[in-house]
DNA sequence: GCGGACTGCTTACCT
DNA sequence: ACAGGTAAGCAGTCCGCG
């Protein structure tokens, strides 16, 4: 085990005056606690010589003792400990220019924050061979990288062409924030557990069941070395426990002289009234700020609740400085944009007499950071289209408190009905605390799932909790792989010099603007079919990646001989010589995933509390390896190397070319398929059996059996079918009556056909259901016809993508209608839902809480019913005309 | 000056 | 700031039309 240097430095957060505060505890376990006499120290949390078990939940840079602070949390005294790298690591990037010609720069050699040279060697991927480099060392990482003019990674390749000519100079490795540099280099796996012994941080290894470690060798016993190494090393990351997080909830209600108008963060000019703290220990507290002429209120809070009154903003604040001060972890919503930034910039507010130190909040450009705990903001993370999607199954739309709320824990805001300034103290208080209620219980439901994810995602990416929730995917993936570069000694290519090499496709997309050509979807058989069985490549692209050896080192690699292994349809070749990290471990994560964590979720013979971890980092898996492909065709992405993307969807169509292929000679009828899955129409156990068997052989690919319908039933349309499975339920895929834009009026209508579908058994029993449809086709269009409706029922929900003044090019309907919505006074955003009615005067739609039944253009809405019925009666051979007894000529007309 | 054919924009969805 | 493919509706444009 490795122990690593540091400086020790004082101790223990500590509050004089003006905030009083009991005295902290002393935990047994810490042996020296020096307290800090100088006053900017008072509020910093410090150093123990020695700390038990601790979870690395973060890493920052302090620039004043110009170190990467760790921040541990220790579970049992529920509190965070800072620990500092010492002087044995440095800031640094590298460069092709020897130490010798380097020297000749003056800009570097006279740059106050310039150390000095190490020659070093490294693998270059791109050139596949090693490479002389000059390490630049720095004493801070402002001097590699800083925003003043002059920084070392701009000075090189700007002033060394003035000395010498034209030669090409470069440097690498010169985006890496420090504090992620240091951990990659000190090999450190933020979200694991390490203690301090004499002032140096030793990672601790947790108990580890024997039987896990051979159980998941026995089942990966048949894949390379490499690749079992990798799995073994993801599964000690992802094993290890997990703490109860200590943590609180805010939430702050701020004066607004305009009802309609939220104060700005950037100015705070009004005084914060109200906040809520709710603490995963149990404490609820309100605080309020005594105002003149504001009623008390009848509304009656929970008795556990504590009010507190105070006479001064300050007061107020102080004490809710005092919880993020104390708190290790804090979760807002919003809290990097409002919440923290508004505390934050109303402290600097001279009349209220803050010191600097007194103040927990860091606020940045874009976050506000604790300078003692950790702020997660729940806003950004679940704004996360990846874990919207993948983690969430897209079981929320809208990110806001209330929807998500809604969606994930069933509470919803407080509906107020007067404007802030009118409410009661316990009116203003219940809003305000059921507001953080929400966010709390956004993090507790279902076991802490969130905090878990949160903490597994840490792990797997390599980055600090904070970083982790506000950053996407992307990141995520290239900080794992920066790490395993560092691991091997492998340069990190720069994003221009991969692009330059490897920047071209050669497939054309279907899609105007597109970059390469992406998956196949198989023409559908229009009707109803009985007995489909659906079967699907599990994780098709993850797969992929790893059995073909995809990553930008393999493809179109340097090699001549490599030049015949061609990717089908491209003229692409893939390395035969060298592995790609990508592949590695993209395919160890696959495998893992596929192999260990998601059949263990649902194992019955495992505890509930296991199942529910086991889920959890199923999940966070998922998460990463559906966007393992995509990161590849991402402009942002740092590898971003598009003929991995292109060869990756390639051999996806043709892996499902030559299934399909393979099916018919089975004699199997392939009625669907979509990317990475098939449709087949009653095919015998054998025949599946076979397909599978063939997939494994020939493509090296799992093809299981994913699902089987009753019947399912089909349009021309794709991505549009619906399936009913043998119980009687209804997957519905892509059909407009289960879009959420869609009236529920709509809506209504068309659940009800779903639901007689369901009840369909045989064949047989199709000519009574295609009656009664009728009849619910017929019946909605006459309440149409007679008006039998409330606007309510027939509101489009449409989110608005740009704010309203952005849309340029054309105003859709939604966008109209948000206007009018502005022309009224109200607050309009991105990301809100606008509620619309189509009506028959000229803009044709209206605000939905702006319209009378008389006015609504009903012939837009039969319209509507008929599209939305079309995609189900067309293969059910009824048309929607002769249903409601209209005839070509009535159309005409 | 109007309608049809067309393209492009936008949203929501599928994998 | 993961990708491409598909459906649907509407907005805007162009062209023909005595």
Known sequence: MKELNKMAVASFQVFLSPVKREEVEETPFLSSIKLSSKSKANFRPVVPQNLSSSYFVSATYDGEKRAVCIKLYEPKSAKIYFWYSGTEHRPYCLSNLPPQELEKLDRLMSHPGFDHFETVRRYDLLLDREVNLTKVVAKDPLAIGGRAKGCIRDVIPEDYPKVAGNQKVKVWEAFIKYYQCYIYDQDLAPGMIYRVANGGLVPVEYERSEDVVNEIRQLFQNESKELLHHIENWARLLECPVPDFRRVALDIEVFSPVATRVPDPAEAAYPVICASLLGSDGRKRVLLLKREGVEYGAEKLPPDVKIEFYNSERELLLKVFEALWDYPFVITFNGDDFDLRYLWRRAQNPELNFRRSEVPIEAGRRVCLLAHGIHLDLYKFFFNRSIQVYAFSQKYRGVTLDELGEALIGKTK?????????????????????????TLGLTTFDNDLVMKLILALTRI??????????????????????????????????????????GRTTTKAIIKGKKYKGAIVVEPKPGVHFNVAVMDFSSLYPSIIKVHNLGYQTILCPHQECKVNKVPETDNWVCTKRKALESLLIGSLRDLRVEWYKPRSRDETLSSEMRSWYNVIQSALKVILNASYGVFGAEAFDLYCPPVAEATAAIGRHAITQTIKSAQELGINVIYGDTDSIFLRSPSPEQVDSLMKW??????????????????????????????????????????????????????????????????????????????????????????????FEPEELAFEVVLGKMPGGYVKTTPQHVKAARLLQDKGKDIKVGDSIRFVKVVKDPHVKPVDLVSKSEVDVDKYIAYLQSTFDQVLDALGLNFDEIIGRTSLDRFM
């Open 414 to 438: 407080i509906e107020l009905k007067k404007t802030f300034q009118e409410l009661t103290y316990t009116e203003l208080a219940q809003y305000c605390l059921r507001d953080a209620e929400i």
């Open 461 to 502: 990416s390599r980055m600090p909790m904070e970083d982790v929730t506000r950053q996407g995917v992307s990141r995520w993936i290239k900080s794992f792989l920066q790490y395993e570069h560092r691991r091997r000694n492998m340069l990190i290519p720069n994003a221009e010099d991969i692009l330059a090499l490897k």
């Open 695 to 788: 997939s494994e052989r020939d493509l090296g690919m799992d093809l299981d059996l994913d699902k089987a319908y009753r019947y399912s039933v089909f349009s021309s349309r794709k991505k549009n079918y619906l399936g009913v499975f043998p119980d009687g339920s209804v997957d519905i895929k892509g059909l407009t009556g289960k879009k959420s834009h869609v009236p529920v009026f709509l809506k209504k209508a068309f659940l009800e056909m779903v639901n007689r579908l369901g009840k369909v058994e045989s064949p047989a029993e199709f000519q009574e259901a295609k009656r009664e449809i009728q009849r619910i086709v017929r019946d909605y269009y006459l309440k149409l016809k007679r008006r039998e």
